[in-house]
Nanobody, 121 residues
Framework: QVQPVESGGGSVQAGGSLRLSCAAS????????IGWFRQAPGKEREGVAA????????YYADSVKGRFTISQDNAKNTVYLQMNSLKPEDTALYYC??????????????WGQGTQVTVSS
């Protein structure tokens, strides 16, 4: 299976914004849901947001509700994660994953390589 490809990470100051992109093959894009996960040093990988590309139903972790927005572009087979009001605790390696269920990390089998997000205070 073709891995999804993340882009858009970078370094910003607290309060800033970034938009991450996850580009997938047509098959990967259509397989159940696409999720964003993150992993900070010394911590477990955690779910951030997910979207069922067929229905548009979205899920968010409590820690990002009201600040992050997940969206999709069916013409480009791409899912975006708009991150606003970023905090230093959002610093992590962000992964896109496809074919799973909501924010259930263990249900995802197809993972991208990750993109680094660093938020300075």
């Amino acid at each position: 299976q073709v891995q999804p490809v993340e882009s858009g990470g970078g370094s910003v100051q607290a309060g800033g914004s970034l938009r991450l992109s996850c580009a997938a093959s047509r098959y990967t894009y259509s397989s159940n849901s696409i999720g964003w996960f993150r992993q900070a040093p010394g911590k477990e990988r955690e779910g951030v947001a997910a979207i069922y590309t067929g229905s548009g139903i979205t899920y968010y972790a409590d820690s990002v509700k009201g600040r992050f927005t997940i969206s999709q572009d069916n013409a480009k087979n791409t899912v975006y994660l708009q991150m606003n009001s970023l905090k230093p605790e959002d610093t992590a390696l962000y992964y896109c994953a496809a074919g799973g269920i909501g924010l259930s990390r263990r249900t995802y089998k197809n993972w991208g390589q990750g993109t680094q997000v660093t938020v300075s205070s």
